[in-house]
């Protein structure tokens, strides 16, 4: 491939990591704030409800009825707040960052294969080669005055 096709693979292949990404970060966020809205409306209107029906009905004391009334608060935003902490990269975001990981490795290698080309075939390699054959031709070339 040329480098441009291998930088092109590349390129669209990071962006379709950052797309996934986005796309999971986007989730997390949602989830998020749903927890902070449940949360919040659990704690301003459910709270007198749960309250009452505990005291009343099932016969809980005060304090017990409080505590009740804390506790489902609390497990339903922890239940929220994982599902807002969860970070499970999906498949298409796997196989993005291994096509992008693959398509970086190609192109460095064809970098350094032209930077390799480039140094032999110009102006450097071409001395350089001129001084390696000096040296050659006067190691078995003949000696003046022998």
């Given at each position: 491939?040329?480098?441009?096709?291998?930088?092109?693979?590349?390129?669209?292949?990071?962006?379709?990591?950052?797309?996934?990404?986005?796309?999971?970060?986007?989730?997390?966020?949602a989830f998020l704030v749903v927890a902070a809205v449940f949360?919040?409306?659990?704690?301003?209107?459910?709270?007198?409800?749960?309250?009452?029906?505990?005291?009343?009905?099932?016969?809980?004391?005060?304090?017990?009825?409080?505590?009740?009334?804390?506790?489902?608060?609390?497990?339903?935003?922890?239940?929220?707040?994982?599902?807002?902490?969860?970070?499970?990269?999906?498949?298409?975001?796997?196989?993005?960052?291994?096509?992008?990981?693959?398509?970086?490795?190609?192109?460095?290698?064809?970098?350094?294969?032209?930077?390799?080309?480039?140094?032999?075939?110009?102006?450097?390699?071409?001395?350089?080669?001129?001084?390696?054959?000096?040296?050659?031709?006067?190691?078995?070339?003949?000696?003046?005055?022998?």
């Open positions: 491939m040329k480098i441009a096709e291998l930088g092109k693979a590349t390129l669209q292949a990071e962006l379709t990591v950052r797309r996934e990404m986005a796309i999971r970060i986007g989730r997390q966020v949360g919040l409306l659990a704690i301003l209107s459910g709270h007198a409800l749960l309250w009452a029906f505990a005291y009343q009905t099932l016969g809980f004391s005060v304090l017990g009825a409080a505590i009740l009334v804390f506790l489902v608060d609390a497990a339903m935003a922890l239940v929220f707040l994982l599902l807002g902490r969860r970070s499970i990269m999906t498949a298409t975001e796997i196989r993005s960052r291994f096509a992008r990981e693959h398509a970086m490795n190609e192109l460095r290698q064809a970098l350094a294969l032209t930077a390799i080309t480039s140094a032999i075939a110009g102006p450097v390699g071409r001395q350089a080669l001129r001084a390696i054959l000096h040296a050659i031709r006067s190691l078995f070339g003949r000696k003046a005055g022998l």
